[in-house]
């Protein structure tokens, strides 16, 4: 997979990548990610609300029969095919503004959960491939 910009929210996740077979590759990364953070949330002794997110959790999974006993990500993906220079533009630029709609940050790289430091010039927390 090829990273060009990343954005993790406090319920979401926004990525613009690409892969030969990116369908694959999603289904690995969120089932890698949930087995990881399921693990995490119930061994952490200071998750107050680790009773409740399993709950949410199994929940989800007896709603569904493709998942096992817990269902961490939602099914519906919101993937969009950028075709063009605008797309891309765009993308990227709602992308890295989505913390400060949000009101968490002033400026898109003080969100530190983001790729926008990358294209600030600075130093960010995983290296992407640049998009001119």
């Known amino acids: 997979m090829t990273l060009y ?12 990548c690409s ?3 990116l369908p694959d590759v ?3 990364l969120k089932k890698y990610t949930a087995r990881h953070l399921i693990e995490a949330i119930r061994n952490n002794p200071k998750e ?9 959790f199994k929940s989800a ?8 006993e817990y269902q961490f990500w939602q099914l519906a993906e919101h ?3 950028l075709s063009n220079n605008e797309m891309l533009d765009q993308r990227l630029e709602y992308l890295h503004q989505n913390p400060v709609k949000t009101g968490f940050v002033e400026e898109p ?7 926008a430091r990358y294209y600030a010039g600075e130093k960010g927390r995983l290296e992407v491939v640049l998009i001119d």
């Open 5 to 16: 910009a990343w954005c993790i929210m406090t319920n979401h996740v926004h990525l613009i």
């Open 19 to 21: 892969a030969p077979k």
């Open 26 to 28: 999603m289904r690995d």
């Open 48 to 56: 107050s609300r680790m009773n409740w997110l399993m709950w949410m």
């Open 61 to 68: 999974a007896a709603k569904s029969s493709s998942h096992g």
């Open 79 to 81: 993937q969009l095919e």
């Open 109 to 115: 790289e003080q969100w530190y959960y983001s790729s």
